[in-house]
């Protein structure tokens, strides 16, 4: 089946120690998303991925990086993670037009000691 | 600025019963609507699309209706079930390949 995968599912890491984050696609969609979603809160948007194009929310940290070397995979990279970096990060992706519906993963639960 | 509101935060209801979830947003000039279900600890599961030219769409027990002028969505389970309870989500696809998504109504059907 087609789907999104994040690896891993549960990640624990020290403060300030980087951390990266993987997602893989096998939808063969266009655009790539990270959301970071904190306990009973919506999912937030950090960054998308149209192609190769990285488009970067405004009011997302600096500490926050990603990659995507190719159309199946896109990483999350936390540069110095602090304790309120810890939550859920939900990979998602979605057809070449605006209108597409959006796709999903797992997530990764990420702790921070 | 795009704002997307979930009433009630919380629903309680015995098995069987068919129960209305709520979902307004501020700005109409969306291009759809999408309903997701995410139950504890993991992530989203897609269970409807709204297109903004649409007015419901359904899946099994569930129907989505969307009123573009009033900015109202609405998530109807028919005959709920347990395996019914989690968390449900609304998000307002505004363009530019972003999604606005409210804080949830978290449900909760008893056997």
């Known amino acids: 089946d087609a789907m999104v995968i994040q690896n891993p599912r549960y990640q624990v890491t020290q403060f300030g120690k980087p951390v990266t984050l993987s997602c893989s696609q096998t939808l063969n969609h266009n655009v790539m998303y990270w959301y970071q979603q904190k306990s009973s809160q919506a999912p937030k948007l950090l960054f998308h991925?149209?192609?190769?194009?990285?488009?970067n929310e405004a009011d997302t940290p600096d500490n926050f990086q990603s990659r995507r070397p190719n159309t199946s995979f896109c990483f999350l990279d936390i540069r110095s993670p602090g304790l309120g970096d810890a939550a859920m990060y939900l990979c998602?992706?979605?057809?070449?037009?605006?209108?597409?519906?959006?796709?999903f993963g797992p997530g990764t639960r990420l702790t921070v000691t | 600025k795009q704002e997307v509101t979930q009433i009630p935060a919380a629903l309680s209801v015995p098995e069987g019963e068919n129960l209305v979830l709520n979902c307004s947003f501020t700005d109409s000039a969306i291009y759809n609507l999408q309903w997701f279900r995410q139950d504890p600890g993991k992530g989203l599961t897609s269970l409807l699309l709204?297109?903004?030219?649409?007015r419901e769409q359904t899946s099994g027990r569930l129907n989505a209706s969307l009123d573009k002028s009033s900015g109202r969505s609405t998530l109807y389970i028919a005959a709920s079930q347990p395996g019914d309870s989690a968390t449900y989500l609304c998000a307002a696809n505004t363009g530019f390949q972003k999604l606005v998504f409210g804080t949830g109504t978290r449900l909760l059907v008893s056997p």
């Open positions: 709204i297109q903004s030219s649409q």
């Open positions: 991925y149209y192609d190769k194009d990285f488009n």
């Open positions: 998602a992706t979605s057809g070449r037009t605006g209108g597409n519906e959006q796709y």
